[in-house]
């Protein structure tokens, strides 16, 4: 059990660990139509052309399931709204989809509503080299890159870190 005289020195110490956790997170989930979710009558090429999708991103689709899905598909899938050849198809009413790779995405709605514009292209882009960073961001791989800012640390938090290191190791000081 710790003694009354450590507490500040723990308080301190889980102050830093939530510190160190809330890193601001590089991905970001894009809700496709927004409030107005996954149904016919939008306009989603007006709604992806307002959005800036990296790799490691989510693109996320709400609807109701009873009544319609998503599927990935080519560019030809995409212009006819045919299903042929789909890489990929979900139905859960809230999917989310990883975009892993630095190219064009086509999804469509499989149940003919493709027609009624239920279809949404988005462009992926690789991830920026982070600011100051050293090599070269192409050898590594898509995986490492999001790694690499998911754990990375600012300098104010190294900086926190050292001074509750000090705090911390005071007592032994004394």
């Known amino acids: 059990m710790a003694s009354p005289s450590s507490a500040p020195h723990l308080f301190l110490f889980a102050a830093s660990l939530l510190l160190l956790s809330s890193s601001p997170a590089t991905a970001t989930d894009h809700i496709v139509g927004a409030n107005h979710g996954w149904n016919p009558g939008i306009n989603y090429t007006l709604w992806a052309n307002n959005q800036t ?93 999001v790694l690499d800012n998911a754990i990375g640390f600012t300098g104010y938090q190294l900086g926190v870190c050292g001074l509750v290191a000090a705090i911390l190791m005071a007592p032994v000081w004394f």
């Not at 299903?83 to 975009?99: C, P, Q, R, V, Y």
């Not at 995405?105 to 882009?125: A, E, P, W």
């Not at 080299?129 to 490492?144: H, I, M, Q, V, Y």
Request: net charge positive.
């Open 53 to 145: 999708f990296y790799v490691g991103d989510l693109i996320s689709f709400r609807y109701q399931k009873s009544q319609y899905n998503v599927f990935e598909v080519n560019q030809t899938g995409y212009d006819n709204c045919t299903t042929d050849g789909a890489t990929g198809n979900w139905s859960s009413g809230k999917d989310f989809i990883l975009l892993d790779k630095a190219k064009r995405y086509y999804f469509i709605c499989g149940n003919g509503q493709c027609f009624n514009n239920m279809k949404v292209s988005v462009l992926v882009h690789a991830l920026p080299s982070p600011p100051g960073g050293s090599g070269n961001s192409s050898d590594k791989s898509a995986a490492e890159r």
